[in-house]
Antibody, heavy 122, light 112 residues
């Protein structure tokens, strides 16, 4: 059974950075891509970017370009999402999700991690 | 970016009655391989989203057959034949043909 377990909630100051981890189990890590999706309080789902561990390549939504870095460690079967220059508007639940294949496109997202609440407040 | 427009925004349904959600895309989601990259998710209260339907009409593993998806090109529909109490939550469509992946705004389904 594939499972994604994310790191715990974070409280950050504006201007700082946060790094969220997503440990995958029950899956051949390099056979799948992983996406990161965020959800602001009471809002919908927003794709931030993703990574293809097999190729080590990451793609990002233009909105987050320059502020987000997505990486993956094959040895620990863990994906990471780091967001810098945090603003109050970045307060959200951040989810990782496995793609149903090794590419970000043309694949479903399942399962999803349990979500990590990041609160940005002075 | 591809824009997905979901309607209605919310739905209040009597148990046992049907429900239907529309998702319209700003571009065709038909890939050259013949597959259409449109997915449906349900986010139950306090939970992470879960996959219901992939490639327009294929039910994911364990999804009850009261859920069905249809459509082509730019117009898609999710139908619940007989709504049950456990179906409450927010339903999202998602396209996977172009980056960035994008989601519809969501449709909240509640029970009357």
């Amino acid at each position: 059974q594939v499972q994604l377990v994310q790191s715990g909630a974070e409280v950050k100051k504006p201007g700082s950075s946060v790094k969220v981890s997503c440990k995958a189990s029950g899956v051949t890590f390099n056979s799948n891509a992983f996406s990161w999706v965020r959800q602001a309080p009471g809002q919908g789902l927003e794709w931030m970017g993703g990574i293809i561990p097999m190729f080590g390549t990451a793609s990002y939504a233009q909105k987050f370009q320059g502020r987000v870095t997505i990486t993956a460690d094959e040895l620990s079967t863990t994906a990471y999402m780091e967001l810098s220059s945090l603003k109050s508007e970045d307060t959200a639940v951040y989810y990782c999700a496995r793609a149903g294949g090794y590419h970000l496109l043309l694949n479903w997202l399942d399962p999803w991690g349990q979500g990590t609440l990041v609160t940005v407040s002075s | 970016d591809i824009v997905l427009t979901q309607t209605p925004l919310s739905l209040s349904v009597t148990p046992g009655q049907p429900a239907s959600i529309s998702c319209k895309s700003s571009q065709s989601l038909l890939h050259v391989d013949g597959k259409t990259s449109l997915y449906w998710y349900l986010q139950k209260p306090g939970q992470s989203p879960q996959l219901l339907i992939y490639e327009v009409s294929s039910r994911f593993s364990g999804v009850p057959d009261r859920f069905s998806g249809s459509g082509s090109g730019t117009d898609f529909t999710l139908k619940i034949s007989r709504v049950e109490a456990e179906d409450v939550g927010v339903y999202y469509c998602m396209q996977g043909i172009h980056l960035p992946l994008t989601f519809g705004g969501g449709t909240k389904v509640e029970i009357k």
